[in-house]
């Protein structure tokens, strides 16, 4: 500690006695901090605190420049990502006082999307109810046959039902992830109208 300070003191005292020296010489000097957090003043600044936050300052000791330190990829991305999400924010509110002039306009609109999505999950979960039915009735079938009789005697299955039932099988399995997506294009779309509706009337000042 005595160190640091015995450090910190003499550059302290070299920078103000070259201050004194040549006070209208215009010549400028380095200000910068090294790992331990003691204060250098210089002509050049070491190449390891080069992109590290400096200063220059004159011969009175007036900051003329300062330098932050040089940022990480990492700090670098998370400025991108703040600045495009507030980039996308003010879209947003622009586009919602541009587009709509009350609450219930926005409510309409939703209404009518939210309907359309719902007939869609309607249509599709009936179609399932038929493909499931199929598939009841195939497997009825199937159980006469082998390998899924455990009759010993019992005659292979024909290939026309065993490609039917894979394809009732591949059918129902594609449906019912179609199902999965609507249901949750739903819930988000909800979401986002509700989100909309509330920043809506905070721009309008609605309470």
Not at 114 to 119: A, E, F, G, K
Request: proline fraction near 4%; hydrophobic fraction near 30%.
């Amino acid at each position: 500690m005595k160190h640091l300070t015995w450090v910190l003191s003499t550059s302290i005292l070299l920078v103000s006695s070259a201050f004194a020296a040549e006070p209208g010489s215009g010549r400028k000097f380095y200000q910068w901090v090294d790992a331990q957090g003691v204060t250098h003043y210089g002509d050049n600044i070491p190449p390891e605190y080069a992109s590290k936050e400096h200063r220059v300052v004159n011969g009175q000791g007036i900051e003329l420049e300062h330098m932050d330190a040089q940022k990480t990829p990492e700090q670098m991305a998370e400025e991108d990502q703040k600045k495009a999400a507030s980039t996308a924010s003010e879209n947003r509110d622009r586009n919602l006082l541009n587009t709509y002039v009350s609450v219930q306009e926005i409510e309409r609109l939703r209404d009518q999307r939210l309907t359309l999505v719902s007939d869609q999950i309607k249509v599709t979960g009936q179609f399932l109810e038929v493909l499931n039915s199929k598939m009841s009735k195939l497997r009825i079938s199937s159980a006469r046959y082998k390998p899924y009789s455990a009759d010993p005697n019992a005659p292979p299955m024909s290939d026309q039902l065993a490609e039917d039932l894979v394809r009732v099988d591949s059918d129902i399995r594609t449906q019912e992830e179609n199902l999965r997506e609507k249901r949750s294009e739903e819930a988000t779309m909800r979401k986002q109208f509700e989100s909309d509706i509330d920043r809506f009337k905070e721009l309008k000042g609605i309470h």
